[in-house]
């Protein structure tokens, strides 16, 4: 939480007597009213609370005492009980005969004897300025409602540091550490006993402020709160005016026996996260002065051994120095966490937590939204256009639009009609003659590559309109690698994109584009390092495909039932999976261990930064088993949380072999949730760092809660989504980004989906106005793109600022022109939800609910008595004994 809470007082107000002073003051008729506004004119001394006709003795002296303790200590008004000390009514403690809590009675005897000596001292020196009586009254009301909704506003987060006290004694406990005792805790740490805890010392409004009090004051004016106070530094206590921690009251029943189940259930589930995708389940290592070699483990898995030729000849069983969980015990954590996500307890307690961030989000958008629109205008020399935003997920066969496909191939046919470009000897020309094309067919219309209504729910039409005029000669022809002219055709294509991105034509954008590597062949790798690397002199942007505004991904399509239906391997046997797998995983171990005699693919992995699992989510497949690849030789597709392992596995260990060579790591990014079992999202978020689509969250809340509490990246593409599987005004990205999960917007394949130029802008134009979304959102998730993605650590610090490490409030809003409000918001609600699930998870959830329930309460009075201060006669109006 923010410095500036350290100093408030977060105990239960002491009681006043500002109801009832207000109340009977409002009783007095003209002629008492206006002798007592003589009496304080001419002595100069303001007194809000007098309590005219009171008969007791001592009633003026009360009544200044309780007007200096709301004043200075900001207290409110509520009569405690003495054993417990909790609020029990609306009455307030009276002194001499009266009810009074005995604690409070040195605190009098002190303010009388001050409040005495002041009269006196006013008396002597009346008020410099001819100022009335209603005019002081409603400087100082300003004034004090200035003040008093800081302390207010800071004693309604006051349960925060009761939630981090509590968060490290269940830490401590955790680990056998026993807690230290509430009152042991010093006034400078997260939270005091009550009667000790320092009270905010507030200055007493004893005359009306002058001019030259009011400049002053506003030269002393703390920071706004946008600006990052210094390290170590609090934050500007002002922004407790310009924050909103919508923190929920918690009343009685709020914590249950569910809940705490439900708790156990987060932190078992993230504990998962954390074995496969944090690599706490990966045992061994690698040293860079190693000599090592590598080979396909019986269990489909790559294994490393040391280049020891006496063990290898003695026959003794080598040791795998890089071992991660094996299928066995993925398939038993993965059923685990199935069952978890679907436990009635976890299930109800997640949609709990997501309706009250979506909440949240909403009240802080109603309180705050001017006040984001007025700190982005403030970001001079910045704005969303400037900000740089990465497509995370983009296939390169579809990354040009229709309309740049056309005039590519419009282009080629008038300039090299004459290009073989078959094997079988057919220039382009032929081809579309034999086709019965010509020119007035190059059109958009005619390509017949935008998607419609056919593709919906149908993969596989949306595949085939990848091949203008439903032509596979024409995909073969300028979308593929690997064809008669060595994919020249598709290079140039390429580079048209690629300086688009590099010209920033509109505003900074960035991509991450996916190549194929289907595992049907070894030699894959090779053909796509010469291509990708070849110094191409065609086209209109010479040289190879290598861009500073794109790092390259390796999509693998999950097509093992196109594999299976080949011919039997050269020696008869049937093929299976762990062919694939050795065709996929072997040219990268050898490069990496050999890059001399691997130069091409070497070089190529140095520009590859992830890889992504692409195919239809909703096809049928096998239930997730432990059979072991080399068994795997039905035709049916294996599991899509199966086939997911083995990516993981293989990567998991490559990455730890390229790590200790000082060579860069890979990350898994697959498609996941965009149909089919919602259930794929608890491979992907036990094994992944982010996904791509991820739409079927909203069908899952206990997955999506644990999607938020970690900040798993989700790519979504709203406008894919509205033609395949989820029309967009279903669309759950509203709710996902309102929540708070770590979203941005991507474009997928702009060939199909997209109508202008520029693809990713018109997928954040449409997003803006189909969801409402503020300039504010536009730049948040801009922001999200740029952390999701995997573009060097240089990049990020560029755009998003030194110490982007840190966390969200730690990026520099004028590079990401997000609002330093909106980043401390998202970060104050995440760390709560964290604190919340640790806390109840270790039993601690009804010790905190009532420590909770009287902070809250005493901000409730606190808000009440800042109202009733400033009323100078109380209205009347309905319900007005409630308060």
């Known amino acids: 939480m923010s410095g500036d809470l350290s100093d408030s007082w977060g105990g239960p107000p002491e009681p006043i007597r500002m109801l009832r002073d207000l109340s009977v003051q409002s009783q007095l008729d003209d002629e008492q009213r206006q002798a007592q506004q003589q009496q304080d004119d001419s002595s100069g001394t303001l007194i809000v609370g007098a309590e005219g006709g009171d008969e007791d003795p001592d009633a003026d002296t009360d009544a200044n005492t309780g007007t200096i303790l709301n004043q200075r200590y900001g207290v409110g008004s509520a009569e405690y009980d003495d054993s417990s000390n909790v609020n029990v009514s609306g009455s307030f403690p009276l002194r001499h005969g009266r009810k009074s809590h005995p604690k409070y009675e040195a605190l009098y005897a002190a303010l009388e004897g001050e409040n005495t000596s002041e009269r006196r001292l006013s008396q002597q020196q009346p008020p410099s300025g001819p100022l009335s009586r209603s005019s002081s009254r409603v400087d100082l009301a300003a004034t004090a409602v200035e003040r008093a909704e800081a302390e207010a ?107 705490e189940i439900a708790c156990k259930y987060i932190e078992e589930a993230r504990s998962l996260r954390q074995k496969y995708h944090g690599g706490g389940g990966t045992k061994g290592g690698l040293s860079d002065s190693q000599s090592v070699e590598y080979g396909f483990g019986r269990n489909g898995v790559v294994e490393i051994y040391k280049s020891d030729d006496a063990t290898r000849s003695s026959g003794t069983d080598r040791v795998n120095l890089v071992q991660v969980p094996q299928i066995d015990e993925f398939v038993s954590d993965y059923h685990r966490l199935v069952e978890v996500a679907s436990d009635g307890a976890m299930r109800s307690y997640c949609f709990q937590r997501l309706q009250m961030l979506t909440s949240a989000f909403k009240t802080h958008v109603t309180a705050n939204g001017h006040v984001e629109n007025e700190a982005q205008s403030n970001l001079l020399g910045t704005d969303f256009y400037r900000t740089m935003k990465v497509d995370n997920h983009i296939h390169l066969a579809g990354a040009p639009t229709a309309k740049q496909f056309v005039g590519f191939v419009r282009d080629k046919l008038e300039k090299e009609a004459d290009t073989v470009v078959l094997g079988d000897g057919q220039t382009l020309s032929e081809v579309f003659a034999n086709a019965g094309l010509d020119s007035e067919h190059l059109t958009i219309d005619a390509f017949n590559v935008l998607a419609d209504y056919s593709v919906y729910q149908r993969f596989d039409n949306f595949n085939s309109k990848y091949s203008p005029f439903r032509m596979a000669q024409m995909r073969k022809i300028f979308l593929k690698v690997e064809n008669h002219i060595e994919g ?13 991105l590099e010209q920033s034509k509109g505003h900074n954008s960035a991509a991450e584009m996916r190549l194929s590597i289907y595992g049907m062949e070894r030699h894959e790798w090779h053909n796509l390092a010469k291509w990708m690397l070849c110094d191409w002199k065609g086209g209109d942007y010479p040289g190879q495909l290598l861009s500073s505004h794109n790092r390259w991904m390796v999509q693998v399509p999950r097509l093992w039932r196109i594999y299976a239906g080949k011919k ?3 020696d008869g046997k049937t093929r299976s999976f762990q062919e694939m797998l050795e065709n996929l995983f072997c040219p990268l171990f050898e490069a990496t261990l050999n890059p001399e005699a691997h ?49 993981f596995a293989n990567i998991e260990v490559l990455n730890r072999l390229r790590e200790a060579r000082g060579l860069n790591t890979f990350s898994l990014r697959p498609h996941a949730g965009e149909t089919g079992d919602p259930m794929h999202l608890a491979a992907a978020y036990m094994l992944c760092k982010s996904v791509n689509h991820g739409v079927n969250l909203d069908r899952q809340v206990s997955l ?63 997003a803006r106005a189909t969801f409402d979304l503020s300039m504010t959102d536009m730049s948040e998730m801009a922001r999200n793109s740029v952390l999701q993605s995997d573009f060097e650590d240089d990049f990020k610090r560029k755009w998003l600022g030194d110490n982007y490490t840190k966390g969200v409030t730690h990026c520099d809003e004028r590079r990401t022109h997000v609002p330093l409000i909106r980043a401390k918001f998202r970060a104050e609600h995440l760390a709560l939800e964290h604190m919340l699930v640790t806390l109840i998870a270790a039993g601690k959830g009804n010790t905190v609910l009532r420590e909770m329930m009287e902070a809250f309460s005493a901000a409730r009075e606190a808000h009440r008595d800042i109202l009733l201060a400033n009323f100078e006669t109380l209205p009347c109006f309905p319900e007005q004994n409630q308060l």
Not at 232 to 248: E, I, M
Not at 627 to 647: D, E, G, M, V
């Open 153 to 259: 506003t800071a004693a309604a987060v006051s349960a925060v540091p009761i939630l981090c006290h509590e968060v490290g004694n269940a830490e401590r406990a955790s680990s056998g550490n026993a807690p230290p005792p509430m009152h042991n805790i010093p006034l400078g740490g997260l939270m005091t006993p009550k009667d000790e805890r320092p009270r905010p010392n507030l200055p007493r409004a004893t005359s009306a402020p002058t001019a030259s009090t009011m400049g002053n004051r506003r030269q002393q004016q703390d920071p706004p709160a946008r600006e990052r106070p210094s390290e170590g530094q609090p934050w500007p206590k002002r922004d407790a005016l310009s924050f909103t921690r919508s923190l929920v009251f918690y009343g009685a029943g709020s914590v249950t026996d569910e809940h």
């Open 488 to 500: 020249r055709y598709f290079a140039e294509l390429t580079k048209i994109v690629l300086a688009r």
């Open 568 to 570: 039997k391997c050269s």
């Open 599 to 647: 130069p091409e693919v070497a070089e190529l992995l140095k520009h590859i930064v992830g890889f992504d699992s692409v195919d239809d989510e909703g096809a049928a497949e096998a239930q997730c088993s432990c059979t072991r690849p080399s068994a795997w030789k039905t035709k049916q597709n294996p599991a899509y949380s199966w086939q997911l392992y083995y990516l």
């Open 704 to 766: 999506q809660y644990l999607y938020y509490l970690d900040q798993v990246g989700l790519s979504v593409s709203p406008l894919s989504n509205n033609f395949l599987f989820r029309k967009i005004a279903t669309s759950p990205f509203p709710k996902l980004f309102k929540r708070g999960l770590n979203v941005t917007i991507s474009t997928d394949d702009p060939l199909l989906f997209h109508m202008s130029d520029d693809a990713l802008l018109e997928e954040y134009s449409v």
